[in-house]
């Protein structure tokens, strides 16, 4: 055991150094540096308070309305949450914050970390009614919000302290603005609360009403070392983060950065575009997306990329949602060999990062689980499954998996490991691939068939932009599949193209029955492919 443990502290040490994050600097700031992160933790308000002390001029926060350094979100986060404290606002009270991308989500997280409060984040695509339904459940004390969604917001927040974050304009919302309280308060040094706040995020909904997923503050920094040694982000560069904050991929990599001291770079919606023009002027070493995201970067086609310096780019880190292999490739041949896909849920967190390597050599595959992080497959009978090529459900552990949904209930869990909902397999080279959901999984004339499959190998045919299968009742077969498939522009299929593409390379069972032809999928803001609004007549 104590082996174990000096092996491990070793590896983190190693990691560490090598990120950058442990460098020459002055004796003076460094131990105050750690005196702070010894005070906070390694919360937001840890990574804060000891980045102001060993960076205080340097660039945070680089967003639409300009830019912040480390000292500026330090004291402007110590003057919200001085505010917030004197409204009544404390450990145990949930803030919900309805944002995009910018300085205030950010600013707000802070805060409730410097006060010991719940930080609950929703979903920007929310409608109203799921806003009001997240609001009863969870039952928050204050609602931070672009101006935006204040009339989706509406009567839910009823009897809640109402914050602006982020308006275009004066507006019509009365409420305080948040940049009024930081400009109003004080900035002066907080005594850290008696206990951590809470990070609770929403699931994504894609199977039923979300639900919130309470996040463990890590207790070391092993984990931030693990996966640091599968992908070679570096201290002080510049991250920008295209992913949506509020789901736990985007969150993830904002807290990954802040551990690295990096220059966080925001964009309040997302365009391709305006992306790379964004790496291009920021010099960013690093793009946080999700897969439809690069997905619609690589439609710009070669002459818009190439008209953009991209030549700092060192890593390009997908996740939340599936990347199918051909999307994989054809990205590496663009940009060069810096893509890594990293595959976890809100509830495990991650579990598996595939590498450049692992993308070339084995398209698809989710990787291999980071030091610290345990996969292994079940079986029906909650046997686990060893060899290579056998399907199983996939359970995952390491110090980051959630510790509930704040109603009660949970994941199910073998062996202290927590399944991701998933299904998948291990190649020969332990390299893991995710077959597809486990409620999705359908069973055709006996057969078991999961939609993964047949929607990776439709996504790589000419002509096919975007596809989504999924089973529907079948009165002969008992389930059988349905495709809807988005044609790429100037491209025209028809149903036996699209049918007989599956036969030629798949089982007959697994050919679409039918195939339906649609403008666009429903996704969530992270790329998800929303399956039930498919299922509905």
Not at 116 to 132: C, K, R, S
Not at 359 to 374: D, F, I, K, M, S
Request: aromatic share 6%; proline share 4%; with cysteine.
């Amino acid at each position: 055991m104590l082996r174990d443990i000096l092996s491990t502290k070793a590896f983190t040490a190693r990691a560490l150094m090598e990120a950058g994050i442990v460098a020459r600097e002055r004796p003076d700031r460094l131990a105050r540096a750690l005196v702070a992160l010894n005070l906070w933790g390694t919360t937001s308000a840890g990574a804060y308070a000891a980045s102001a002390i060993r960076y205080p001029d340097a660039l945070a926060i680089v967003d639409d309305r300009g830019s912040l350094t480390f000292e500026e979100v330090h004291r402007r986060t110590n003057a919200l949450a001085r505010a917030w404290g004197e409204a009544g606002i404390a450990h145990g009270d949930g803030v919900a914050i309805l944002c995009r991308n910018h300085r205030g989500l950010l600013e707000a997280m802070v805060a409730c970390a410097k006060l010991g409060a719940d930080a609950l984040f929703l979903n920007t695509a929310f409608a109203a009614p799921q806003i009001a339904d997240a609001i009863a459940r969870e039952r928050p004390r204050a609602i931070v919000c672009d101006e935006e969604f204040s009339a989706r917001v509406g009567d839910a927040a009823a009897g809640l302290q109402r914050y602006v974050a982020w308006s275009d304009d004066d507006g019509a919302d009365a409420a305080p603005r948040l940049d009024a309280l930081v400009e109003a308060g004080d900035g002066a040094e907080l005594e850290p609360p008696a206990q951590s706040g809470r990070v609770v995020i929403l699931t994504s909904g894609t199977t039923g009403a979300p639900r919130g997923a309470i996040r463990r503050q890590p207790t070391s920094l092993d984990p931030l070392a693990a996966l640091l040694s599968k992908i070679p982000l570096r201290a002080r560069e510049r991250t920008l983060i295209a992913a949506p904050l509020f789901h736990s991929w985007g969150l993830a990599q904002l807290m990954l950065a802040l551990g690295l001291s990096s220059t966080i770079v925001l964009r309040r919606r997302f365009d391709a575009g305006g992306t790379l023009d964004a790496i291009d002027e920021h010099g960013a070493t690093a793009l946080v997306a999700v897969p439809v995201m690069l997905q619609r970067i690589l439609e710009l086609g070669d002459k818009a990329i190439g008209r953009h310096d991209l030549g700092a780019l060192r890593v390009i880190a997908v996740s939340g949602s599936s990347l199918p292999g051909d999307l994989a490739t054809r990205a590496m041949d663009v940009f060069g060999d810096v893509l890594y896909n990293l595959y976890g849920s809100t509830e495990v967190s991650w579990a598996t990062v595939a590498t450049p390597q692992d993308l070339r050599e084995a398209p698809g595959t989710a990787g291999h689980p980071p030091r610290g992080t345990v996969v292994r497959l079940y079986d029906e009978h909650d046997r686990e499954l060893t060899e290579a090529g056998a399907t199983g459900r996939i359970f995952v552990g390491n110090e980051w998996v959630f510790e509930g949904y704040t109603r009660g209930a949970g994941k199910p869990v073998i062996d202290n490991l927590i399944s991701s909902g998933d299904v998948g397999h291990f190649d020969d080279a332990g390299r893991l691939f995710v077959d597809g959901r486990e409620d999705e999984m359908i069973v055709s004339g006996g057969e078991n068939v999961f939609p993964r499959e047949v929607e990776d190998l439709l996504a790589s045919m000419d002509g096919v932009a975007d596809v989504a299968v999924i089973g529907v009742d079948d009165d002969r077969f008992g389930r059988r599949l349905r495709a809807f498939v988005v044609l790429a522009g100037g491209f025209s299929l028809s149903e036996d193209d699209v049918r007989e593409h599956v036969r030629s390379n798949l089982a007959q069972f697994k050919v679409p029955r039918d195939v339906v032809f649609v403008s666009e999928l429903p996704r969530t803001a992270t790329g998800k492919v929303l399956k039930r609004e498919l299922a509905l007549p």
